[in-house]
């Protein structure tokens, strides 16, 4: 769908979350216009949510910056000709430390 399209800036991801992320990425796009970067965050969220369980978040737009903490092989920034797509699954508190967690830093 994006393929030739998609950009991943960075990831840790296994090739087929990737994939489903890219994927999402297009339909979400061919439903949404490409202002509508809310929409498009919210649809991929959901779709990650229930695909993969709870705890996703989506940041989707053409300036921003972030520093998230998230559980290790759930984060994907990516960009599709201006729009940029960050998807990971979130990690917070103390019952993250017995998991693999890991800090990203992106700035566009």
């Not at 796009?29 to 809310?38: M, P, Q, T, W, Y």
């Not at 737009?61 to 998807?87: E, M, P, Q, R």
Request: glycine share 8%.
């Amino acid at each position: 769908m994006l393929q030739g399209k998609a950009l991943i800036n960075d990831t840790d991801m296994l090739d087929a979350t990737q994939q489903d992320a890219l994927n999402l990425a297009a339909k979400a796009l061919e439903i949404f216009d490409v202002a509508e970067s809310r929409d498009i965050a919210r649809f991929i969220k959901k779709e990650f949510d229930k695909t993969y369980g709870p705890g996703w978040q989506c940041i989707v737009g053409t300036d921003f910056g972030s520093f998230v903490t998230h559980c290790y092989g759930s984060f994907i920034h990516f960009h599709v000709g201006n729009l940029a797509v960050l998807l990971f699954r979130g990690s917070a508190g103390p019952e993250a430390e017995a998991e693999a967690v890991a800090d990203h830093v992106e700035a566009l």
